[in-house]
Nanobody
Framework: QVQLVESGGGLVQAGGSLRLSCAAAGRTFSSYAMGWFRQAPGKEREFVAAISWSGYSTYYADSVKGRFTISRDNAKNTLYLQMNSLKPEDTAVYYC???????????????WGQGTQVTVSS
C-alpha cells in the first residue's frame, strides 16, 4: 500500500510554469507505475501523464504533450510533473495516482492523493 500527497499547485499566468510533486509514503513506491490526472470544474477526471516504475517509459495525453514532463525519483519516493507553457484550460485539480499496471485508464489506478489546485489566469 502507498499513501500519496501532492504539492506545488498555485496560481500562475498563462505561459508560466509550475512543478508539482507527489510524495509517497511506504517502501514500495518503486514497485508502482505512477500517473497524473486532473479534474476541471464540471468535468470528468482525465489522464495527463504516466511513468513506468523504472522511469524509463512515459506516456502523455495529447493535450499536454510537449509542454508537460513527468519524472520520478525512486530514492526520494517522489513523483514530479513539470508544467510549462501553461494555458487557462490547464486549470484543474491535479491528482497523482499509483498502479501495478501502466496505462491511462482511471480504473487501473488503485491509490490516489488528495489533489492540488492549479489555476492558470489569462
Amino acid at each position: 500500500q502507498v499513501q500519496l500527497v501532492e504539492s506545488g499547485g498555485g496560481l500562475v499566468q498563462a505561459g508560466g510554469s509550475l512543478r508539482l510533486s507527489c510524495a509517497a509514503a511506504g517502501r514500495t513506491f518503486s514497485s508502482y507505475a505512477m500517473g497524473w490526472f486532473r479534474q476541471a470544474p464540471g468535468k470528468e477526471r482525465e489522464f495527463v501523464a504516466a511513468i513506468s516504475w523504472s522511469g524509463y517509459s512515459t506516456y502523455y495525453a495529447d493535450s499536454v504533450k510537449g509542454r508537460f514532463t513527468i519524472s520520478r525519483d525512486n530514492a526520494k519516493n517522489t513523483l514530479y510533473l513539470q508544467m510549462n507553457s501553461l494555458k487557462p484550460e490547464d486549470t484543474a485539480v491535479y491528482y497523482c495516482a499509483a498502479t501495478i499496471t501502466y496505462g491511462s485508464r482511471l480504473s487501473e489506478y488503485h491509490y490516489w492523493g488528495q489533489g492540488t489546485q492549479v489555476t492558470v489566469s489569462s
